[in-house]
């Protein structure tokens, strides 16, 4: 059976179509956009050393080839993974060399830059300094905690956020009419579902979009030129059953995930954790609801809850899939079963809905700043009571604007650790 992907050349679709100018880069608006600062530096031929950062596939490594293809700069790309000391002393000799030749500067890309320890990092610093070369990092990882301070601040931070729905299927579509991909010619079909579960499937990441679409195009039969449902089953198995096109299905499971850990049950919060990772979530959004439903429902009946729910969206950061998985569920389990408070949110509600709906009056002046010069003969501080100067740190004053000074926003709930509020509230 003859096959659409025979007499293809081998090198990867995603290089095969990687844009070489800004026109036809897709995505990234925010930084690439007409009049964005990185934008007119490129065209300037101005380009300061930089470190992108974003997540797999959101074009860190397309936009630093169309940098060096739209400047005079020798372009240097090496992989921090397999480069040591030895490939970048070589490297700066050679940008001295082509400076001194009147060759121009050097723009040296490290993939993965994250991946250097501090001594080969510390080795780019006097030569970005001094103009031998313009560093263009890319990483993954969050630049403040992976990469020293010295060469942040000699390099500027450009964000790439992850690449939307819209502008997948964008990438998706254009591989398939592009003269480079080798389908120009074949005029393949892709189905509307099929379409979305490959976008679905990526998750924002165009490199994975694009070998997907690869695969389903070799699966086609050179008489059936149109992808479909079906083909990439064959490709991606039956996870794409699990994509629903409108979202119900998502945000069905989002919601029985949050409210499984708000009514304390382990075991159905773990098993919608579950569906939510299967599906291909973002961890990211997942530690946000875990960290939400932390206070939320929790609050103040464990204090613990949100240290563990906030200490987990920080380790999954650092850790990633799969590991992250094991993080997510300690956090979801240790939820489910703290005990359960939402006097906290009831409280900043209230509080909120009382400045919407009511003359609240002003600060008091015994609680106004009185640090700076000539307010206290306007009374500013005048009559403030340091609690520190009383035992056991308190004294009884009020802090309530006088229009308000019966109010009362936090209730504690006679539930786990905040029992011991009831005395004070």
């Not at 860190?60 to 790309?77: G, P």
């Not at 949110?345 to 209230?350: C, F, N």
Request: hydrophobic share 40%; net charge neutral.
């Amino acid at each position: 059976m003859e096959s659409l992907f025979q007499n293809l050349n081998v090198k990867p679709l995603a290089e095969k179509v990687r844009p070489l100018t800004l026109n036809d880069y897709i995505g990234q608006k925010n930084i690439i956009g007409r009049d964005s600062y990185l934008r007119r530096m490129i065209e300037a031929d101005i380009i300061p050393s930089m470190i992108l950062y974003g997540p797999p596939g959101s074009g860190k490594t397309t936009l630093a080839k169309i940098i060096a293809n739209m400047t005079n700069c020798k372009f240097i790309s090496i992989n921090a993974v397999s480069s040591g000391v030895t490939e970048l002393r070589k490297i700066i000799s050679e940008a001295k060399d082509a400076l001194r030749f009147g060759q121009g500067r050097s723009i040296v890309f490290i993939d993965e830059i994250h991946r250097f320890n501090k001594g080969q990092q510390d080795i780019l610093l006097p030569f970005i300094e001094n103009g031998t070369i313009i560093l263009i990092g890319a990483t993954t990882e969050n630049p403040f905690f992976e990469i020293n301070s010295p060469l942040l601040s000699r390099a500027k931070i450009i964000r790439l956020e992850k690449l939307t729905e819209n502008d997948l299927k964008d990438i998706i579509k254009r591989a398939l009419t592009n003269a480079n991909s080798d389908y120009g010619n074949l005029k393949i079909i892709i189905e509307d579902e099929a379409l979305q579960a490959i976008v679905t499937y990526a998750n924002g990441d165009a490199r994975i979009a694009l070998n997907v679409l690869e695969q389903a195009v070799a699966m086609c039969e050179a008489e059936n030129k149109e992808i479909t449902l079906e083909v990439l089953r064959l490709v991606i198995g039956n996870v794409v059953l699990k994509f629903d096109k409108k979202g119900d299905q998502h945000f069905d499971v989002v919601s029985a995930f949050i409210k499984s850990m708000r009514g304390s049950d382990a075991d159905a919060a773990v098993h919608y954790l579950a569906r939510l990772l299967e599906s291909g979530e973002e961890v990211k959004f997942i530690a946000r609801r875990i960290i939400i439903c932390a206070t939320e429902d929790v609050g103040n009946a464990d204090p613990m809850a949100l240290v563990i729910a906030n200490s987990a969206a920080q380790a999954v950061h650092f850790v990633g899939l799969p590991e992250a998985r094991i993080i997510l569920a300690q956090a979801v389990c240790y939820i489910a079963k703290a005990p359960k408070s939402n006097s906290c949110y009831l409280a900043i509600d209230a509080a909120i809905h009382d400045l919407q709906t009511k003359n609240c009056g002003t600060v008091p002046e015994h609680l106004r700043d009185a640090h700076y010069a000539g307010v206290k003969e306007f009374g500013h501080g005048e009559g403030y009571l340091y609690p520190h100067d009383y035992p056991e740190g308190y004294v009884a004053q009020k802090y309530l604007p006088e229009q308000i000074s019966d109010a009362r926003y936090y209730k504690p709930k006679d539930i786990g650790a905040e029992k011991k509020y009831l005395d004070k509230a």
